[in-house]
């Protein structure tokens, strides 16, 4: 099973993320949970359930901490997390800095679900879709 974090201060992204993963989920492929800041995100990768957490999604825009401090953060003391950068804007500069950081993958919204699902395959290969 491969657990999901997804991080992103705007509720309906979260249900996006829920609706597309729901199959995965049900067949025990994908264990999803969703958090709506960066802080948030950090609280719960420190505590017992955020240790199996495989990936992040992470959105770049949010208050407080951005998604770059979020990905520098997990970086620095959790290298084994896969993160995956989100952002509405097509901007090479965020993609550059997400790249220079340690981000994994660039994605932007709206997010390609199908593409996001494929890039989620070729990290675990053993997580297939039936």
């Not at 240790?51 to 959790?78: A, Y």
């Not at 993609?95 to 996001?116: D, H, I």
């Amino acid at each position: 099973m491969i657990n999901i974090l997804t991080v992103d201060d705007e509720d309906d992204v979260a249900a996006l993320y829920k609706v597309f993963f729901k199959k995965e989920q049900k067949k025990e492929l994908i264990n999803l949970h969703c958090v709506k800041s960066g802080q948030e995100c950090i609280d719960f990768l420190n505590s017992k359930e955020g240790e199996s957490i495989h990936i992040v999604l992470c959105d770049i825009n949010m208050p407080e901490m951005d998604g770059f401090e979020v990905l520098t953060r997990i970086k620095r003391t959790l290298e084994h997390i896969k993160v995956f950068m989100i952002s509405a804007y097509d901007n090479d500069d965020f993609l550059a800095k997400a790249e220079k950081l340690g981000s994994e993958q660039y994605f932007t919204k709206p997010v390609n679900f199908p593409k996001l699902k494929t890039t989620i395959q070729e990290y675990f290969p053993d997580y297939k879709e039936s």
